[in-house]
Structure formats: C-alpha cells, structure tokens
C-alpha cells in the first residue's frame, strides 16, 4: 500500500541541471525522514542524500556537497532533489527511501529505510 513514486529522470549534458521528484501514498509524510540513493551498474546503491521528519537537517555525500540540494514539501508529501553542476560519474539510478525514525539527524545506512522507490534513470553525458 505504501508507495514511493520518483520522476524527472532524464538524459543531460555535463554541467547541466535536473530536479528530481518522490511523491509518497500510503504513509504519513510528516513522520518519515526522506533520502535519495543512487545505483550506478557494477556498483552498491550509495547514499546521496537525506532531510530528517522536521525539514530542519539535511546530509550530503561528499560527492554532491555543493552541487546538489534536497528539500521537502509536506502538503505534498513530496521530497525533490535538486541536482546542478552535473558530471559524468553522476550517471546512475536514483532511489527515493523513507525512514520513520523519528531524530534530529538522518541515517546514511541502506538498511536503515523502510520503504523504497523503483528508481529513475539519471544519464549525464560530456
């Protein structure tokens, strides 16, 4: 019943920019922290990024500090990824996750979230 639905995948040249999308059904938003992962082929699903229940924490990996910034909408249930300066080695299915844990800070862990999207592709070409 719970879902996850990503949109906004696409092909862009480096340097480029997208905003990706999460709508979630089936839970009560305002309760769960919000990531994005991503999975590029031959390797583990890594973290991106993630903003707590509240809205007022957010986490970056090391790789997208700077580039990207991720932002939710509760009278959407909605979280967006805004994903600038982008490179090559962006390339990669993105994943929408929700954790109900309910702290002041976020989980960088896979197995830490409860429900997952089913991806949209990310191409970035040079």
């Known amino acids: 019943q719970v879902q996850l639905v990503e949109s906004g995948g696409g092909s862009v040249q480096a340097g480029g920019s997208l905003r990706l999308s999460c709508v979630a059904s089936?839970?009560?938003?305002?309760?769960?922290?919000m990531a994005w992962f991503r999975q590029a082929p031959g390797n583990e699903r890594e973290f991106v990024a993630s903003?707590?229940?509240?809205?007022?924490?957010?986490n970056y990996a090391d790789s997208v500090q700077g580039r990207f910034t991720i932002s939710r909408d509760d009278s959407k249930n909605s979280v967006y990824l805004q994903m600038s300066s982008l490179k090559p080695e962006d390339t990669a299915a993105y994943y929408c996750?929700?954790?109900?844990?309910?702290?002041?800070?976020?989980?960088?862990?896979?197995?830490?979230?409860?429900?997952w999207g089913q991806g949209t592709q990310i191409t970035v070409s040079s």
């Open positions: 996750a929700a954790d109900r844990a309910r702290t002041p800070e976020t989980s960088r862990r896979r197995d830490e979230y409860d429900y």
């Open positions: 903003v707590n229940w509240s809205g007022s924490y957010t």
């Open positions: 089936g839970l009560t938003f305002r309760n769960y922290a």
